[in-house]
């Protein structure tokens, strides 16, 4: 509500003081004026009645004050909005101008005070209003506060507090204004605080992940009760089994738990979701759910044996034609001009010294097989040897599955 806003039935405030004033010098302040909010409870429960106070401080030459507050009123349940303890402990008369009938459906309470007649303004500190409210649900109210009614809304600026002194202007203006929030807290209530569920996976493979819970309700959590961190919709494409809590946990208000867990990628690429929430088995999901968007894809390069011909046993100095069969289980397309080649780990091997270089034409794409057939030659020497063989894109990285042959020489 502006000061100066005109109604059909209701008074102007402004044009109320000027003719109960005359004018006079206005006082310059010399600490800090500031108008704020208090609780009377520092815990609110959903369904518990509560006062907000509007509060002031070393305002000087204080003659009048108005209020409008626009709530959420899935939030809120205004019960009553009253003058504090400023005006009453002036020792001067007061006239109400404006107040809301109560209850309000609205969304939008209102209420102005002025001392009575030409009088000098007092010096306020203390509670300028109180506001006498009901949660209804859980949530977060926020308190916003402009010296215009105009434009309030429920998200942003919600509160406007204006006042005014005993000169003829009639506004005070070097007033500091401090916003404050509070929690409406249900029953069952949650937060998530972090977890570690990756963003990308490869196809096929298992992660360890974690999702750390606070709880922010005022109830606690204990195996007996049911609660559990739960896939949404008791199903999800990592993980399909519900998170329980521990025979011993009993997670308190305020105490935060670590569900630790295993998730399996799918083996076919793509974006996928995988969402938790908070979970009162046969009661009641609550809290806000984690929401992960997860992209599984192939590595760019991979590969996995499919199968080779290599003897486990060889006779001394003989030579032995094999094949290796490997497969591209990567995203990138092996080429000769992109330097993939099969080879023997540590460019080293008893049987064969060079590496098995793709032929000019070859082009393996994902999923494609290659089979590199070569020559090995047996060592002179009987014993034990090993053969080793991974794929190689020279100069940039080794990858895939590692082929280890133990051959017995005789």
Not at 135 to 148: E, M, Q, R, Y
Not at 201 to 209: D, E, K
Request: with cysteine; hydrophobic share 35%.
């Amino acid at each position: 509500m502006k000061l100066k806003k005109i109604t059909f039935f209701l008074i102007p405030f402004l044009l109320l003081i000027t003719m109960f004033n005359s004018s006079k010098i206005k006082a310059t302040p010399d600490v800090l004026s500031r108008i704020y909010y208090s609780l009377d409870n520092s815990s609110i429960k959903v369904g518990q009645t509560f006062n907000i106070y509007v509060n002031c401080e070393n305002i000087n030459d204080l003659y009048g004050a108005s209020i409008d507050f626009k709530y959420d009123t899935s939030l809120l349940k205004i019960l009553d909005i009253t003058q504090g303890d400023v005006f009453t402990n002036s020792g001067k008369s007061i006239t109400t101008l404006i107040k809301t009938s109560i209850p309000d459906a609205s969304g939008t309470v209102s209420m102005a005070l002025s001392l009575q007649g030409s009088i000098v303004g007092f010096k306020g500190t203390g509670k300028l209003f109180v506001i006498k409210a009901q949660s209804i649900k859980a949530g977060t109210v926020n308190l916003k506060t402009t010296t215009g009614s105009a434009n309030l809304v429920t998200s942003g600026i919600n509160m406007c507090v204006s006042l005014a002194d005993s000169t003829s202007s009639g506004r005070i203006t070097s007033v500091t204004y401090q916003n404050f929030s509070f929690d409406l807290i249900g029953k069952m209530n949650s937060l998530i605080v972090s977890n570690t569920i990756p963003t990308t996976m490869l196809p096929g493979q298992t992660y360890n992940a974690s999702v750390t819970i606070k709880n922010t309700g005022y109830e606690t959590w204990s195996a007996a009760s049911k609660y559990k961190l739960a896939p949404v919709g008791y199903s999800d494409p990592f993980h399909k089994w519900k998170l329980i809590l521990l025979p011993n946990d009993n997670i308190l208000p305020g105490q935060i738990k670590t569900f630790t867990f295993t998730m399996k990628a799918p083996l076919t690429p793509g974006k996928y979701t995988s969402d938790w929430q908070m979970y009162q088995e046969g009661i009641v999901w609550f809290g806000p759910s984690l929401v992960k968007q997860i992209v599984v894809q192939k590595p760019l390069r991979s590969a996995s044996l499919v199968s080779n011909t290599i003897p486990t046993t060889m006779l001394r100095g003989r030579t032995y034609s094999v094949k290796i069969v490997v497969r591209n289980t990567g995203s990138d397309i092996w080429t000769t001009s992109k330097k993939y080649k099969l080879a023997p780990v540590g460019y080293s091997d008893p049987f064969h010294n060079y590496k098995l270089v793709l032929s000019p034409s070859d082009k393996i794409l994902p999923s494609q097989t290659k089979t590199f057939t070569f020559t090995m030659k047996a060592p002179l020497t009987k014993g034990t040897f090993t053969s080793d063989w991974q794929m190689y894109q020279e100069g940039i990285a080794w990858f895939g599955e590692s082929l280890v042959k133990h051959i017995i020489i005789k």
